[in-house]
T-cell receptor, first 115, second 109 residues
């Protein structure tokens, strides 16, 4: 398994400001994934963070709005920039383990409310 | 692109059996997974099918038919604690996971 520490667990932010979410994994991983989940909705992949290269973003997500850092193989940050109420959501980081099964492990999420 | 469909909500009684279906369209396919998520919690892994057939893990089983782009999760001997949302996820292009819309399972006494 993988232990993922994500912080903050929740925050209330003013519109126009930025919030950086941190994700720490207990072992080295090649890829880290960032998701967004509206309450009661599915998980939408924002981007994939690879150590030593630029993050790759999914359709509808751009680097200026969601800059990502990946300084080493156990840590990543996601920044939600120039926030608006539409950014209110749960943000989750994830890593995968390949073995007999290929599993995704998730942090506990960051519940963001923009007012 | 990626597209996964599953029922939005299912209700069953304790002790019963319930099946949650998932159909998918994806560019690249490396397996179908199932995740459970309780309210306020993170998704947790239940099962993974890379090949056709049935995988059994305790009370949970998962089935995959790659030719039909279809899979299901079977939950037996339902317990109240099984009330949660269940997501199918495809591991597709570039080995990324793409999630279905989720099925909310309500288990009643």
């Amino acid at each position: 398994s993988a232990v993922i520490s994500q912080k903050p667990s929740r925050d209330i932010c003013q519109r126009g400001t930025s919030l950086t979410i941190q994700c720490q994994v207990d072992s080295q991983v090649t890829m880290m994934f960032w998701y967004r989940q509206q309450p009661g909705q599915s998980l939408t992949l924002i981007a994939t963070a690879n150590q030593g290269s630029e993050a790759t973003y999914e359709s509808g997500f751009v680097i200026d709005k969601f800059p990502i850092s990946r300084p080493n193989l156990t840590f990543s940050t996601l920044t939600v920039s120039n926030m608006s109420p539409e950014d209110s959501s749960i943000y989750l980081c994830s890593v995968e383990r390949r073995g007999q099964n290929t599993e995704a492990f998730f942090g506990q999420g960051t519940r963001l409310t923009v007012v | 692109g990626q597209s996964l469909e599953q029922p939005s909500e299912v209700t069953a009684v304790e002790g019963a059996i319930v099946q949650i279906n998932c159909t998918y369209q994806t560019s690249g396919f490396y397996g179908l997974s199932w995740y459970q998520q309780h309210d306020g919690g993170a998704p947790t892994f239940l099962s993974y099918n890379a090949l056709d057939g049935l995988e059994e893990t305790g009370r949970f089983s998962s089935f995959l038919s790659r030719s039909d782009s279809y899979g299901y999760l079977l939950l037996q001997e339902l317990q109240m604690k099984d009330s949660a949302s269940y997501f199918c996820a495809v591991r597709g292009y570039n080995f990324k996971f793409y999630f279905g819309s989720g099925t909310k399972l309500n288990v009643k006494p």
